[in-house]
């Protein structure tokens, strides 16, 4: 069966996304996608973008989408980097930063790509337990390792670290890059980006694909020390020049021109969370406080594998991890008000029954 497979992928286990239905219509709460549609002007930028030019190449660094991004968050377009997808950002960042026998520190329960990243790569992984509130635990995160990876606020539990927490960890790994993943940052999240200043080892990643309602155009962004940026450059034109397509530049772009619409958006989501937050407490769900566009939730006495299966049922898909100390989670993306009604409803007549 793996005949051919070269000895460094035999094992390897890879990153399971969740699942994307072609078979039938469902209220889709399991990818942390953004219920609501990109802004107007950025579908605008890729319809005008779509046409004779795709003849040619795209602009290898991106540099539209990098003076957007300049622009938008005070920050040198030099300190920036672009790349198709956050996850492309973070792989070549693990290889910019981290070598082959090296070991990286983060959590148990955090992004699961970190890990497939680290075995892809030939680094080591020292797990850390997080706290039993599901809390950072800032001193395992600090000392005698070659890299720390953060997601923050971290998923799937959507809690956020405070800015002096994240201070510790910086300062407490002086030689060794941080990388803060701030995927879920825009939804009520305090961004490290003011902090790039003081620390040269940081690095921010960013993406399109939750608070920008851009996910299928694949754009993620890095911000950190004109060093680091360069590293990640180093390995990207090492790799392929072109990552990032014409339309997902030039829509990028206009994406983080429109401020307007990507606050309200934001502000639309974070209202409706906080909502189906307060209806959730009433059915008895246990809700960890969240600064993203997910909330994680528990069951006072329903198992969630079994509220899980009986949501499919009901067309709703959520996100169930089956792993030990977050087994009895759900992992719930914010939709529009009107699913989040229907998902409520459906929550209530299965604890009802139960
Ligand atoms: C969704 C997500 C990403 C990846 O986003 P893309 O930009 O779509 O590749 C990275 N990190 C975390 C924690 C995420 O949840």
């Keep these: 069966m793996k005949k051919y497979w070269s000895s460094r992928i035999q094992n390897l286990v890879p990153y399971t996304p969740g699942e994307q239905p072609k078979d039938r219509k469902f209220i889709k709460l399991n990818t942390n996608e953004n219920p609501y549609p990109p802004s107007p002007k950025a579908l605008e930028a890729i319809h005008k973008e779509a046409g004779e030019s795709l003849r040619l190449y795209s602009d290898p660094e991106g540099v539209a989408l990098r003076k957007a991004l300049s622009k938008a968050y005070g920050i040198s377009e030099k300190q920036i980097f672009v790349g198709n997808g956050s996850d492309e950002v973070l792989a070549f960042a693990f290889q910019a930063y981290f070598g082959v026998g090296d070991t990286i520190v983060f959590p148990d329960i955090t992004y699961s790509f970190y890990p497939v990243y680290a075995e892809m790569f030939g680094i080591n992984c020292e797990i850390v337990p997080l706290n039993d509130d599901f809390?950072?635990?800032?001193?395992?995160?600090?000392?005698?390792?070659?890299?720390?990876?953060?997601?923050?606020?971290?998923?799937?539990?959507?809690?956020?670290?405070?800015?002096?927490?994240?201070?510790?960890?910086?300062?407490?790994?002086?030689?060794?890059?941080?990388?803060?993943?701030?995927?879920?940052?825009?939804?009520?999240?305090?961004?490290?980006?003011?902090?790039?200043?003081?620390?040269?080892?940081?690095?921010?990643?960013?993406?399109?694909?939750?608070?920008?309602?851009?996910?299928?155009?694949?754009?993620?962004?890095?911000?950190?020390?004109?060093?680091?940026?360069?590293?990640?450059?180093?390995?990207?034109?090492?790799?392929?020049?072109?990552?990032?397509?014409?339309?997902?530049?030039?829509?990028?772009?206009?994406?983080?021109?429109?401020?307007?619409?990507?606050?309200?958006?934001?502000?639309?989501?974070?209202?409706?969370?906080?909502?189906?937050?307060?209806?959730?407490?009433?059915?008895?769900f246990q809700v960890l406080p969240s600064k993203s566009n997910f909330i994680f939730i528990s069951h006072e006495f329903v198992p969630a594998k079994k509220l899980f299966a009986q949501l499919r049922e009901e067309g709703i898909l959520v996100r169930y991890f089956d792993k030990p100390r977050i087994n009895n989670f759900l992992r719930v993306s914010i939709g529009t008000e009107e699913d989040m009604a229907t998902f409520c409803d459906v929550m209530e007549k299965l604890v009802r029954q139960s």
Excluded: H, W
Excluded at 135 to 152: E, H
Excluded at 163 to 189: H, K, S, T
Excluded at 223 to 229: D, K, P, Q, R, V
């Design 135 to 284: 809390t950072m635990p800032i001193d395992k995160l600090i000392g005698n390792n070659n890299g720390v990876v953060i997601t923050n606020p971290n998923a799937p539990t959507g809690i956020e670290m405070s800015q002096q927490d994240l201070r510790r960890v910086l300062e407490g790994n002086p030689d060794v890059v941080v990388i803060v993943d701030e995927a879920y940052v825009d939804f009520g999240g305090t961004s490290a980006l003011p902090l790039l200043e003081e620390y040269p080892n940081l690095l921010v990643v960013q993406t399109m694909s939750k608070s920008r309602s851009l996910a299928g155009l694949r754009v993620g962004y890095a911000f950190g020390s004109e060093n680091l940026i360069q590293a990640i450059n180093c390995v990207k034109n090492s790799i392929n020049s072109y990552t990032l397509d014409r339309l997902a530049i030039v829509g990028g772009a206009a994406a983080v021109g429109d401020q307007e619409y990507f606050e309200k958006t934001c502000s639309m989501v974070m209202e409706t969370r906080e909502r189906t937050v307060q209806r959730l407490k009433e059915l008895g």
